[in-house]
């Protein structure tokens, strides 16, 4: 255990210390790669703790990163508190979506939360004047803030940024996951009659975790809007929600550290396969088929079983749990 | 606004819905049949179409594409089931096919980009079709009637297939308990290679048919195949009439869509789809599970 903590300390300074120990296009990518380590993570409340396949996180990404442009361009307030209000309108919109989609299950809530997804990419175009249309929104500033903290107006300074949000954002979905709550939802993903039958209303756990992974999402969005400068329509755009998807299952679904890795993983062999052939979808998609079929436990799920016979994700247990708490 | 407008307007949204029937009932055959949501099946339509586009490059005929394309495109169909599918049939989770068959998608959505390049491929209309008809003082074009046609033959085709031949029963059987069928003797497993293996070819002869309309490009893959899944999620999954009355409708609200409301066209789709699985998460003929 003391080696595991000692590992995840020598992790974190590791990254704190890249930026200086790389150039500075590299940082961009890395940027990039974190936020999309974020947004995979979001998904992974969904995908691997509830087995509600989202095709559809482009939404919550969509609408943090569009909440964020317009709250950043319009109204001027410091980075992190409009980063925050934009979390706080996209969960504000997730609820009544969440209430919409846990209706279903498997292939409807797939193609609902699609459904919503690409609505959002629909009414883009139909509201032009605030949204720029295809053009979306360009020029969003970094406006200091508050008591004038400066120091994420720069590359390396909003490298901290959203590592810090990363790393927060982990340890508040690990403590969800490791929660009561938590156990509900293992719980849920394993045998929902009879969770339901243990007397847990399991539509409003659903519920509530939609909306958790929407606020993830739309975080990763606001970050990635007040990063690159620009919101567009292709951050609705359903091939967001598949490359989500992908990191998620290739990273290992039901671990949260595996689909971060899944997304850092994506990126860097994006920007690096794409400058030597431009046949990279190809080899990727290949490698995502070679995941599902041989290994569905994906990266996290190789490295964790190569140390330690146990798979690191919790089937039995928290059920039995649930079953314990209810007796 | 005439009779004869409404009429044209109406054909115009019926031709759309024979194209749209081609692929939603093959997906809602592999999903009844063998439980799998083919994600893959818009980038199968596309194949059909690319395929198609070279068959009468070749041969000159437009009906020679129309026949081999289809048979083509079902073959590699059927491989990749028996090479990849097959072995997933045991997994608990479901989850393993959609993706699966995503990765599918966009590995075939590449594969043609390489093969036929990035530009759009514009195919002509044959000239035994090209006309165009007068109905009620409005002109229509004959390729879309001849679409109409298409449509309303296949799916009289699968009907009769389903319900009067002993391969169709066994399908059926297969849908309704596959273990039973299996004790009693059948080859489930050939049942389910051969029913992708139709969906897939049925998906390519859209894509032929679809070819002369919008010309070939990469990306109508993606495009179609969420109408399709919008489509088979209104009818119901599994469901084959439904597959068509969805056909119908989602035809009715793109063409109109576009035409009365052209800002919220795209919109229109999601709106059915979430008013159809609120008040019914089934689907309108579904099963609800």
Same mark, same amino acid.
């Given at each position: 255990?003391?080696?595991?903590?000692?590992?995840?300390?020598?992790?974190?300074?590791?990254?704190?210390?890249?930026?200086?120990?790389?150039?500075?296009?590299?940082?961009?990518?890395?940027?990039?790669?974190?936020?999309? =380590?974020?947004?995979?993570?979001?998904?992974?409340?969904?995908?691997?703790?509830?087995?509600?396949?989202?095709?559809?996180?482009?939404?919550?990404?969509?609408?943090?990163?569009?909440?964020?442009?317009?709250?950043?361009?319009?109204?001027?307030?410091?980075?992190?508190?409009?980063?925050?209000?934009?979390?706080?309108?996209?969960?504000?919109?997730?609820?009544?979506?969440?209430?919409?989609?846990?209706?279903?299950?498997?292939?409807?809530?797939?193609?609902?939360?699609?459904?919503?997804?690409?609505?959002?990419?629909?009414?883009?175009?139909?509201? +032009?004047?605030?949204?720029? =249309?295809?053009?979306?929104?360009?020029?969003?500033?970094?406006?200091?803030?508050?008591?004038?903290?400066?120091?994420?107006?720069?590359?390396?300074?909003?490298?901290?940024?959203?590592?810090?949000?990363?790393?927060?954002?982990?340890?508040?979905?690990?403590? #969800?996951?490791?929660?009561?709550?938590?156990?509900? !939802?293992?719980?849920? +993903?394993?045998?929902?009659?009879?969770?339901?039958?243990?007397?847990?209303?399991? +539509? *409003?756990?659903?519920?509530?975790?939609?909306? *958790?992974?929407?606020?993830?999402?739309?975080?990763?969005?606001? *970050?990635?809007?007040?990063?690159?400068?620009?919101?567009?329509?292709?951050?609705?755009?359903?091939?967001?929600?598949?490359?989500?998807? #992908?990191?998620?299952?290739?990273?290992?679904?039901?671990?949260?550290?595996?689909?971060?890795?899944?997304?850092?993983?994506?990126?860097?062999?994006?920007?690096?396969?794409?400058?030597?052939?431009?046949?990279?979808?190809?080899?990727? =998609?290949? #490698?995502?088929?070679?995941?599902?079929?041989?290994?569905?436990?994906?990266?996290?799920? !190789?490295?964790?079983?190569?140390?330690?016979?146990?798979?690191?994700?919790?089937?039995? =247990?928290?059920?039995?749990?649930?079953?314990?708490?209810?007796? | 606004?005439?009779?004869?407008?409404?009429?044209?307007?109406?054909?115009?949204?019926?031709?759309?819905?024979?194209?749209?029937?081609?692929?939603?009932?093959?997906?809602?055959?592999?999903?009844?049949?063998?439980?799998?949501?083919?994600?893959?099946?818009?980038?199968?339509?596309? $194949?059909?179409? &690319?395929?198609?586009?070279?068959?009468?490059?070749?041969?000159?005929?437009?009906?020679?594409?129309?026949?081999?394309?289809?048979?083509?495109?079902?073959?590699?169909?059927?491989?990749?089931?028996?090479?990849?599918?097959?072995?997933? &049939?045991?997994?608990?989770?479901?989850?393993?096919?959609?993706?699966?068959?995503?990765?599918?998608?966009?590995?075939?959505?590449?594969?043609?980009?390489?093969?036929?390049?990035?530009?759009?491929?514009?195919?002509?209309?044959?000239? &035994?079709?090209?006309?165009?008809?007068?109905?009620?003082?409005?002109?229509?074009?004959?390729?879309?009637?001849?679409?109409?046609?298409?449509?309303?033959?296949?799916?009289?085709?699968?009907?009769?297939?389903?319900?009067?031949?002993?391969?169709?029963?066994?399908?059926?059987?297969?849908?309704?308990?596959?273990?039973?069928?299996?004790?009693?003797?059948?080859?489930?497993?050939?049942?389910?290679?051969?029913?992708?293996?139709?969906?897939?070819?049925?998906?390519?002869?859209?894509?032929? $048919?679809?070819?002369? $309309?919008?010309?070939?490009?990469?990306?109508? %893959?993606?495009?179609?195949?969420?109408?399709?899944?919008?489509?088979?999620?209104?009818?119901?999954?599994?469901?084959?009439?439904?597959?068509?009355?969805?056909?119908?409708?989602?035809?009715?609200?793109?063409?109109? %869509?576009?035409?009365?409301?052209?800002?919220?066209?795209?919109?229109?789709?999601?709106?059915?789809?979430?008013?159809?699985?609120?008040?019914?998460?089934?689907?309108?003929?579904?099963?609800?599970?």
């Amino acid at each position: 255990m003391s080696g595991k903590a000692a590992g995840c300390a020598l992790a974190v300074v590791a990254c704190a210390l890249l930026p200086f120990a790389i150039p500075q296009y590299s940082l961009s990518v890395l940027i990039e790669a974190l936020i999309f =380590g974020l947004l995979a993570m979001s998904l992974d409340l969904l995908v691997g703790y509830c087995r509600l396949y989202s095709f559809g996180h482009a939404a919550a990404y969509g609408l943090g990163a569009y909440a964020a442009a317009l709250i950043l361009t319009h109204l001027q307030l410091p980075l992190p508190i409009g980063i925050a209000l934009a979390v706080l309108a996209t969960t504000l919109v997730a609820i009544p979506i969440a209430w919409i989609c846990t209706r279903s299950t498997g292939v409807s809530f797939a193609m609902l939360t699609l459904a919503f997804a690409q609505l959002g990419y629909a009414m883009l175009f139909r509201f +032009r004047d605030i949204t720029g =249309g295809s053009d979306g929104i360009t020029g969003i500033p970094r406006p200091p803030g508050p008591w004038g903290i400066t120091w994420f107006q720069g590359k390396i300074g909003y490298y901290y940024l959203v590592l810090g949000c990363l790393i927060v954002s982990y340890l508040v979905c690990r403590a #969800i996951v490791r929660s009561a709550f938590g156990a509900v !939802l293992s719980a849920i +993903r394993e045998n929902e009659p009879k969770a339901v039958a243990l007397g847990y209303d399991t +539509r *409003l756990y659903k519920i509530t975790t939609v909306v *958790l992974s929407y606020a993830f999402g739309a975080l990763a969005g606001a *970050l990635y809007a007040a990063f690159a400068g620009f919101a567009s329509p292709e951050l609705f755009f359903w091939l967001v929600s598949g490359r989500a998807l #992908i990191m998620v299952v290739v990273g290992g679904a039901g671990t949260l550290i595996g689909p971060i890795l899944g997304g850092v993983f994506f990126i860097f062999l994006e920007h690096e396969l794409s400058q030597v052939t431009d046949l990279w979808p190809l080899v990727f =998609g290949s #490698i995502f088929m070679a995941f599902v079929m041989f290994a569905p436990e994906g990266i996290w799920g !190789l490295l964790s079983s190569r140390f330690k016979p146990v798979p690191g994700i919790p089937s039995a =247990g928290p059920s039995d749990e649930t079953s314990d708490a209810a007796a | 606004m005439t009779f004869g407008f409404i009429l044209a307007q109406c054909l115009s949204a019926l031709s759309q819905a024979a194209i749209l029937f081609f692929i939603a009932c093959g997906l809602t055959l592999i999903f009844g049949i063998m439980r799998i949501v083919n994600f893959a099946h818009g980038a199968i339509f596309m $194949l059909g179409a &690319y395929v198609g586009l070279t068959v009468l490059a070749v041969t000159g005929s437009f009906l020679l594409s129309l026949l081999l394309a289809p048979v083509a495109v079902g073959g590699i169909g059927m491989a990749f089931e028996w090479i990849f599918l097959r072995h997933l &049939y045991g997994r608990r989770e479901g989850g393993a096919y959609l993706l699966l068959t995503f990765g599918l998608a966009i590995v075939l959505s590449e594969l043609i980009r390489v093969i036929w390049g990035p530009q759009p491929l514009a195919s002509g209309i044959p000239d &035994y079709l090209r006309g165009i008809v007068v109905i009620l003082g409005q002109p229509f074009p004959l390729y879309r009637l001849f679409l109409i046609a298409s449509g309303i033959a296949a799916a009289v085709a699968i009907w009769q297939f389903l319900e009067r031949t002993r391969a169709g029963l066994l399908i059926r059987a297969v849908a309704q308990n596959a273990e039973m069928v299996h004790a009693l003797g059948t080859d489930v497993a050939l049942v389910r290679t051969g029913v992708f293996g139709l969906g897939c070819a049925m998906a390519a002869l859209g894509g032929v $048919l679809a070819a002369p $309309l919008v010309t070939a490009f990469l990306g109508m %893959g993606t495009n179609v195949v969420i109408d399709a899944f919008v489509i088979v999620i209104i009818g119901g999954m599994g469901s084959f009439a439904g597959s068509l009355i969805g056909s119908i409708l989602v035809g009715f609200v793109q063409v109109l %869509g576009a035409y009365y409301f052209q800002d919220l066209a795209l919109a229109f789709m999601y709106f059915l789809m979430l008013i159809v699985l609120v008040i019914r998460p089934g689907g309108l003929l579904g099963k609800e599970d």
